[in-house]
């Protein structure tokens, strides 16, 4: 049945949000209609929209399933990215996972995919 999910979060400013997914996350920036922003990675779609609220961004997030969390893990964590109370861990609901929040304040889990 289900295949496949799409987050959309909040982007508090564009150009910042395409110069963060792009450089920092490494998603392909695909395209802004009016300021909601489209990006793709490996098959995942992220989905940004306009948002002023601060806030609103601090209550936002994703899980995004990996098949290779330790090398993702260690791309991240040189860049800074890794959020401090979010290491690469088992969790007690079993799901080894991650955690990075974006310049807008929403936050990723990156966790190991199983099938």
């Known amino acids: 049945m289900f295949k496949r999910s799409t987050p959309i979060l909040a982007s508090l400013d564009e150009a910042k949000?395409?110069?963060?997914?792009?450089?920092?996350?490494?998603f392909t920036?695909?395209?802004?209609?009016?300021?909601?922003l489209?990006?793709?990675r490996d098959g995942i779609n992220?989905?940004?929209?306009?948002?002023?609220?601060?806030?609103?961004?601090?209550?936002?997030?994703c899980y995004v399933y990996v098949?290779?969390?330790?090398?993702?893990?260690?791309?991240y964590q040189q860049l800074g990215l890794i959020h401090p109370n979010g290491p690469l861990?088992?969790?007690?609901?079993?799901?080894?996972?991650?955690?990075?929040?974006?310049?807008?304040?929403n936050i990723f889990y990156f966790a190991d995919y199983k099938e």
């Open 38 to 40: 489209i990006f793709t």
């Open 67 to 75: 098949t290779d969390i330790e090398q993702l893990y260690e791309e």
């Open 89 to 105: 861990q088992m969790m007690p609901w079993g799901l080894r996972q991650f955690a990075v929040v974006d310049n807008n304040g």
């Open 29 to 36: 920036f695909s395209d802004s209609h009016n300021g909601y």
């Open 46 to 61: 992220v989905h940004l929209f306009p948002c002023d609220d601060k806030e609103a961004c601090r209550n936002m997030g």
């Open 17 to 26: 949000t395409i110069a963060f997914y792009t450089s920092k996350l490494g």
